[in-house]
């Protein structure tokens, strides 16, 4: 069974930076593709970005490229997501996810675990 634990979530105002951690146990974290996700009020939750289990290939979203980064610590079984110029349309809650897939998916329904999720607020 994996276990996903969300951490870094906050209040940043608009410009600023911000760097999510995601702990994996349970499984290495270099043996899952993860993916990062998210859901603003009223909204459905919606892909932010990907890392591949094979060759760490990486995937963003339109609206956060160039913005976020995110990477993998194999020896910290974590994964990180690193935002930056963040804008008030960035706050939601974030979602850790992990597939035993060998390919990263945009698709909530490719995933089989989940965090609990960490808030990150942007104020204007």
């Known amino acids: 069974q994996v276990q996903l634990v969300e951490s870094g979530g906050g209040l940043v105002q608009a410009g600023g930076s911000l760097s999510l951690s995601c702990a994996v146990s349970?499984?290495?974290?270099?043996?899952?593709?993860m993916a990062w996700f998210r859901q603003a009020p009223g909204k459905e939750r919606e892909f932010v970005a990907a890392i591949s289990r094979r060759f760490d290939n990486t995937y963003y979203a339109d609206s956060v490229k160039g913005r976020f980064s995110i990477s993998r610590d194999s020896a910290k079984n974590t994964v990180y997501l690193q935002m930056s110029s963040l804008n008030p349309e960035d706050t939601a809650v974030y979602y850790c996810?992990?597939?035993?897939?060998?390919?990263?998916?945009?698709?909530?329904?490719?995933?089989?675990?989940w965090g609990q999720g960490t808030q990150v607020t942007v104020s204007s």
């Open positions: 349970g499984r290495t974290a270099s043996t899952v593709s």
């Open positions: 996810a992990a597939s035993v897939s060998p390919y990263a998916s945009r698709r909530l329904a490719d995933y089989d675990y």
